[in-house]
């Protein structure tokens, strides 16, 4: 049983890989913007969440994926498909 | 039939600035334009996914003009490809938005809603339901590196085949011999190399297979790029 700061090290593992603003890396938090603070290329997202099926063992659908924006918005997410 | 009209003059015209005012030469187009139609009359009622690498600005008219011959288009107006271009960069004027109705477009804003991007989609879905031609490039934008990036693939095009997977997808790969990296059009009197490779993709359901059908192309799209550059560095 995974729980908030697991989740959370994992999504952020899972996004930096994509990260092409590492600096922003550093200060990385709950309210880190995927696309528009750390530069990820949106084409990428799709990467993101098939990995966090993958890690987290679970589906995401489209419309729950389309609102994933921030890290905490993919912490909030996933915490609540584990739930 | 208002676009097929228009084809009229603005076929004649396409081939005249391509070939004439910037003196574009491409030895092999019309064996090419050949194996593809003999590929059309094998599978008549399937709609065509031209899936290309992109490294200028005017890709999607050469394009046109090297794929298909001025009698199949006039015949099968459906074989004029859609293509889904930038907004930003096709709709800045009076001009560019004319000559993206006459050549069959939908629009695209790479920046825009999430629901802008649906719209898109649901659009591109459509015309392939209805058995029309679509032009897309799967790297989303011009390649910054001078070669395929298969890092900046876009896994709509899977999603799109994996829709209807009647479409009969064509990897091709479009390139001028003086063309080193991206730019906004190839050098003037340039040769442009065009090849393609029908791509028979794998369908499963979901997500993850999206991907795989886009990786496909890419494998096939890797193929040309190593023709090309056998050919002619």
Not at chain 1, 6 to 23: L, P
Not at chain 2, 184 to 210: C, M, S
Request: hydrophobic share 40%.
């Amino acid at each position: 049983m995974m729980n908030q700061e697991d989740i959370y090290n994992n999504v952020v593992r899972i996004v930096s890989k994509h990260a092409k603003d590492t600096e922003a890396l550093n200060s990385i938090n709950p309210q880190t913007h995927i696309l528009n603070d750390l530069k990820v290329n949106s084409a990428r997202l799709v990467d993101i969440v098939l990995d966090f099926e993958d890690t987290f063992d679970l589906e995401i659908s489209d419309d729950d994926a389309d609102r994933i924006a921030t890290i905490g918005d993919a912490v909030t997410l996933v915490k609540a498909l584990k739930n | 039939m208002v676009g097929q009209l228009n084809y009229f003059w603005f076929g004649p015209l396409l081939v005249f600035i391509l070939r004439f005012c910037l003196a574009y030469r491409s030895p092999d187009r019309r064996l090419v334009r050949r194996r593809l139609r003999d590929l059309i009359d094998t599978h008549p009622r399937r709609p065509l996914l031209i899936c290309a690498n992109h490294m200028t600005m005017i890709d999607s008219l050469l394009l046109t003009w090297l794929l298909f011959d001025l009698r199949t288009l006039m015949q099968r107006f459906s074989y004029f490809p859609w293509n889904v271009p930038e907004l930003a960069n096709f709709g800045k004027n009076f001009f560019l938005r004319g000559m993206c109705y006459i050549a069959k477009c939908v629009y695209l804003e790479r920046q825009g809603s999430v629901a802008s991007k649906r719209l898109v989609w649901e659009k591109i879905s459509y015309l392939n339901r209805l058995g029309e031609s679509l032009c897309v490039f799967p790297e989303g934008g011009r390649s910054r590196t001078g070669n395929l990036n298969r890092d900046a693939a876009m896994y709509g095009v899977g999603q799109l085949v994996q829709s209807n997977p009647r479409t009969l997808v064509l990897a091709v790969y479009l390139r001028g011999r003086a063309q080193k990296t991206y730019g906004f059009w190839p050098r003037w009197g340039d040769r442009i190399w065009v090849d393609w490779k029908q791509v028979d993709v794998t369908i499963a359901e979901g997500r993850k297979a999206q991907r795989d059908i886009t990786m496909q192309i890419f494998d096939q799209l890797e193929v040309l790029e190593r023709g090309y550059h056998a050919a002619w560095q």
